[in-house]
């Protein structure tokens, strides 16, 4: 961190849309598919839709996914030109709101089909939406036997079907049995029906030749998550978090510290205090495993991480970098998104998705 941290937040989260951007492309070329959309759910992974979904579409992105009405309608405004799919199917009654603003539902039941259709026959005019099928997730979609069963039905045509997509569950494994079974079954589904565009690679899957298709829709390796434990991460990073020592202070052997006395200091250590928690991203989970880096060294979280702040033991650290305002990398350099899910003993997902909006946020393009 170059620049001291605003006095109004306790960090900085910056997010990079060059990175962003880059990514996309990089994205786009391993996937190998006639198009390459953006996934920007949970306000695009937590990094604003208002300001990734643009920069994505001057990047050349045309296609965007959600999760949610809400999130679609704040992309639209960001994006008034792209297709705007939503993930989550669409409540009863609420197809006025989606045709109002040329959103696109992903169906994922029959009712939902007939609802759509015949909002398109009443209005008289069909919109476009997605067909989803599950594969083996088992969460939203028709099964494969339904929705080879409606191949040739007129409702496929009324409801503006034109793209038939399902999700992997198991892409970022080489080798899954699972997965061969999952594009066997699109597959049957591409036959059945060859006038639909389809969608089955996410991140991960556009590194699996066998899941590319027509739509490749990438999503958290867009944002610097690693589409391939495993492997080098081949993503450049997106957000980086950094914040400034609030006090650091010496303890004694025997000495605890945080609430609970969870920890005990084994011998004098000098403790440093930041101004985040739990509030603001860190899970609670990360209470004995995480670290941020003071200084270049790794400095673990030692204490209950409570809502608002984490003690870190930087006895390891030199004199000369510490100090009220010093600066703590909590996201960045050698702790990427991945790391740090690990350390909290979760996935990076849940960390980027979760962090707060308590920080001064910078976008850097």
């Known amino acids: 961190m170059t620049e001291p941290t605003s006095i109004g937040h306790g960090g900085r989260l910056t997010i990079d849309l060059a990175s962003l951007r880059a990514n996309w492309r990089h994205l786009a070329e391993v996937a190998d598919c006639p198009e390459t959309a953006a996934v920007i759910k949970a306000d695009a992974y937590g990094c604003g839709i208002a300001k990734a979904a643009p920069a994505l579409w001057r990047e050349g992105c045309r296609t965007f996914f959600v999760a949610h009405l809400s999130e679609a309608l704040t992309a639209r405004e960001a994006v008034p030109d792209a297709a705007i799919y939503v993930l989550n199917g669409f409540p009863p009654g609420s197809a006025p709101a989606y045709r109002s603003a040329d959103l696109r539902p992903v169906l994922g ?163 440093a205090t930041l101004s985040l928690g739990y509030a603001d991203g860190f899970p609670r989970s990360s209470t004995g495993r995480g670290e941020a880096l003071v200084g270049g060294v790794r400095c673990p ?44 003993g979760t996935i990076g997902y849940e960390i980027l998705t979760g962090l707060g909006r308590r920080y001064e946020r910078v976008y850097r393009d």
């Open 109 to 271: 039941s029959s009712d939902e089909i007939a609802e759509w259709a015949a909002a398109n026959r009443n209005e008289g005019v069909i919109r476009p939406a997605a067909f989803h099928v599950d594969t083996g997730m088992n969460r939203l979609g028709l099964s494969v036997p339904e929705a080879l069963s409606l191949a040739g039905d007129p409702v496929v045509a009324e409801a503006g079907i034109d793209l038939l997509m399902s999700h992997l569950v198991n892409a970022e494994v080489e080798g899954d049995p699972l997965t061969g079974r999952q594009v066997a079954d699109f597959a049957k589904l591409r036959a059945a029906y060859p006038n639909l565009r389809a969608s089955l690679a996410n991140s991960s899957g556009d590194f699996l030749p066998a899941c590319r298709t027509d739509l490749a829709r990438p999503g958290y390796a867009l944002y610097g998550g690693n589409p391939r434990p495993g492997h080098d991460n081949p993503m450049r990073p997106v957000v980086r978090l950094d914040a400034g020592i609030l006090q650091v202070r010496a303890v004694e052997a025997g000495a605890t510290a945080g609430y609970n006395a969870r920890w005990t200091a084994p011998g004098p250590r000098r403790l």
């Open 301 to 344: 979280f030692v204490g209950t991480v409570s809502m608002d702040l984490i003690i870190l033991d930087v006895t390891a650290v030199p004199e000369h970098a510490l100090y009220r305002g010093a600066p703590a990398t909590l996201i960045g350099d050698r702790l990427d998104l991945d790391t740090v899910g690990r350390n909290a």
